[in-house]
């Protein structure tokens, strides 16, 4: 307990104070941290007004951004259609997740209410809980806000982790990592691992917790739900070999790009997509300028109509629109993930859903799901230019080849679907724990 104590001294003593002194100054030379600081202004204010609006005690999902609220919602929906009266309120840390729910979420359904979290004070965390009375609290893969776990732990709300991962280079596994987070995790009630290994280091973070179990990863469940539910682009794709490059870095497009100038040379009939991680206008210039100095007859998204499937000569698509990616996929051949020459690979499921080869760099420890791919013989790692450009010649030249190991790939992940309906049976624990306690009140 001691211990514990101590953690709380220092993150609310030293660790806040900084965050909120430096905050504002680094808001304003970070055009990311300004919008993440100008999204709480008044926050209090707009949290109070959806409360208002809420009729029942909600489920509360926290997320970090985009990733982690696709991962979630899976459950979302499975929620819905056995809860329907549960409303459902969202979170978020970074405005991208944040704008791209807004723009899916139409409160229609069981979703009553979008916003930011506040920043992490002990002050925001018990007016959070005060203000939404939420009967569980469910934070999705590592976006752990400690004072908000704390304070639902002294408030007896009940608090979950699904798609829980722990990497093993994780800072979390230092020995000053552990001693933190080792009073994080000890206050959340449930921790639903994504794999075995992950698990494992859970177990080795926090050894007396006796709510760890391994759930799966949602992202497969939803992945197979977008591609039941997709629409194939407005395009045609004719006798093209659709190559696409998704969630690329310059990084990656330093060996990507040289690899596509060489490809294109010596093969016909190509459509090489390439969408940037961050599509920015710079960005998508550079790589248009790229591809028109290579003599291909180039398009962004917005203007794909343009590239006739007749046309004489290698094309290419510059993706400059967020949230198409998945979209694009369905019409691709192979696909090469970008973030694998610097911090990790981007999610490597969404392309191997739909039946295509996967290929990416050397930096794919971060990614349980690459290396299972890689054993399935379903997906190649490569280090240079040299290794794209004779990885792509070689599917793009043997098409049966292709075809059988863009087929493992999709057979992989629908082996790993249920993740699901497994989180939603420790949801439902505590939904029927909280009746139960709810319905003894009454007949007291």
Not at 47 to 53: F, L
Not at 158 to 178: E, F, K, M, V
Not at 193 to 216: N, Q
Not at 270 to 276: V, Y
Request: aromatic share 8%.
């Amino acid at each position: 307990m001691r211990h514990h104590a101590m953690q709380r001294i220092v993150y609310n003593g030293f660790v806040m104070p900084v965050v909120y002194g430096l905050f504002p100054a680094a808001a304003r030379l970070h055009p990311k941290l300004r919008l993440f600081h100008d999204g709480r202004k008044n926050i209090r204010r707009r949290w109070s007004e959806q409360a208002r609006r809420i009729d029942g005690r909600p489920i509360w999902f926290h997320v970090s951004s985009v990733g982690e609220y696709e991962q979630a919602r899976p459950v979302i929906g499975s929620l819905e259609s056995r809860f329907p009266e549960i409303p459902v309120v969202l979170t978020f840390s970074s405005p991208s997740g944040f704008s791209y729910a807004t723009g899916k979420e139409r409160r229609t359904g069981n979703v009553k209410f979008i916003d930011y979290l506040p920043l992490d004070s002990r002050s925001n965390a018990r007016f959070c809980l005060a203000t939404l009375d939420p009967r569980l609290l469910v934070f999705v893969k590592f976006d752990l806000w400690p004072n908000l776990i704390w304070e639902a732990r002294e408030r007896g709300t009940p608090s979950i982790l699904i798609d829980a991962t722990l990497s093993r280079g994780s800072y979390r596994l230092t020995t000053l990592g552990r001693r933190f987070y080792r009073s994080v995790y000890n206050d959340l009630d449930r921790i639903l691992a994504i794999s075995e290994p992950d698990a494992l280091r859970f177990s080795a973070c926090v050894p007396d917790h006796r709510g760890i179990s391994i759930a799966g990863d949602t992202r497969f469940d939803r992945v197979i739900e977008r591609k039941r539910n997709h629409r194939r682009p407005a395009m045609e794709k004719g006798r093209r070999t659709v190559v696409l490059a998704g969630s690329t870095w310059p990084k990656d497009e330093s060996r990507l790009l040289p690899a596509l100038s060489r490809l294109a040379a010596a093969e016909k009939d190509l459509l090489l997509i390439i969408a940037p991680h961050e599509p920015s206008r710079e960005r998508v210039t550079g790589l248009r300028e790229w591809a028109e100095s290579r003599g291909l007859q180039t398009a962004t998204w917005n203007e794909r109509s343009t590239l006739s499937p007749a046309a004489d000569r290698n094309q290419a698509l510059i993706i400059d629109t967020v949230g198409v990616l998945a979209e694009a996929y369905s019409i691709a051949d192979i696909a090469y993930i970008g973030g694998s020459f610097s911090t990790g690979v981007h999610s490597v499921i969404e392309p191997a859903v739909m039946g295509i080869p996967v290929l990416f760099g050397p930096a794919h420890k971060n990614s349980f799901e690459a290396i299972r791919l890689l054993e399935n013989e379903a997906a190649f790692s490569l280090h240079n230019a040299e290794e794209i450009c004779n990885a792509l010649t070689s599917l793009v030249r043997n098409p049966d080849a292709r075809i059988a190991m863009g087929n493992r790939a999709r057979l992989y992940v629908e082996s790993q679907c249920g993740a699901t309906h497994r989180c939603m049976e420790t949801i439902t624990n505590f939904i029927d724990t909280a009746g139960a306690q709810a319905s003894a009140g009454q007949v007291e």
